[in-house]
């Protein structure tokens, strides 16, 4: 098992900056890969960018990129996700997830929203105008 808890959401206005981060514990040794997602009211839950524990390869849906850096520790157990230039559609729950070395996704798309096998709870993120 493997739990993730996400910190540093909050509000913030157009154009400015926050840092997520995600602590993973319990079967960290598991780690195959990484992602944030988010999932505005109303909207379906999108993958936001993905990295590989050991490859690192990062990945970004194509609304955030140039804005957003994902980033993991060298430990694999804390990822960041450093949110630039934030427009209001970025307001949104974000939550972190991982997928297992065991996962029968390897291989599949990470910001898919369907192959991640743990979650976290999420944190709120919302940009005002």
């Known amino acids: 098992q493997v739990q993730l808890v996400e910190f540093g959401g909050g509000s913030v206005q157009a154009g400015g900056s926050l840092r997520l981060s995600c602590i993973a514990s319990?079967?960290?040794?598991?780690?195959?890969?990484m992602g944030w997602f988010r999932q505005a009211p109303g909207k379906e839950r999108e993958g936001v960018a993905a990295i590989y524990r050991v490859a690192g390869h990062p990945r970004y849906a194509d609304s955030v990129k140039g804005r957003f850096t994902i980033s993991q520790d060298n430990s694999g157990n804390t990822l960041y996700l450093e949110m630039n230039d934030l427009k209001t559609e970025d307001s949104a729950m974000y939550y972190c997830a991982q997928m297992t070395r065991r996962s029968r996704w390897i291989g599949a798309n990470p910001l898919r929203n369907d192959v991640m096998d743990y979650w976290g709870k999420g944190v709120l993120v919302n940009v005002s105008s």
């Open positions: 319990g079967d960290t040794s598991s780690n195959y890969c």
